[in-house]
Nanobody, 127 residues
Framework: QVQLIESGGGLVQAGGSLRLSCAASGRTFSSYAMGWFRQAPGKEREFVAAINWSGLTTYYAGSVKGRFTISRDNAKNTVYLQMNSLKPEDTAVYYC????????????????????WGQGTQVTVSS
């Protein structure tokens, strides 16, 4: 079992930056692959970024590639999402997710691949 708590959301102008953090409980954080998803009002939850247990492999949605960076610090049981050049269409509730299953091409973007979810943090980008 792992509990996830997101923080760092807020209101920012278009072109600005935010860094989301997701703190995980437990002593086995380094065994989990981690992901970030987002959900805008009236839309389905969508994949944003994922990182494997070691941090050496990352995946991004095409809409955020080059603007967002996912990273992790296993010593601090924390995964981060650095978001730069934010756009109004990035407005959503952002969720952190964890899985002990291996993520790879073909499954890293599937919400069903992840077993644990945080409560979400709101990101609002004004134009």
């Amino acid at each position: 079992q792992v509990q996830l708590i997101e923080s760092g959301g807020g209101l920012v102008q278009a072109g600005g930056s935010l860094r989301l953090s997701c703190a995980a409980s437990g002593r086995t954080f380094s065994s989990y692959a981690m992901g970030w998803f987002r959900q805008a009002p009236g839309k389905e939850r969508e994949f944003v970024a994922a990182i494997n247990w070691s941090g050496l492999t990352t995946y991004y949605a095409g809409s955020v590639k080059g603007r967002f960076t996912i990273s992790r610090d296993n010593a601090k049981n924390t995964v981060y999402l650095q978001m730069n050049s934010l756009k109004p269409e990035d407005t959503a509730v952002y969720y952190c997710a964890a899985t002990q299953q291996r993520i790879r091409s073909g499954n890293y973007y599937l919400p069903t691949r992840y077993d644990y979810w945080g409560q979400g943090t709101q990101v609002t980008v004004s134009s």
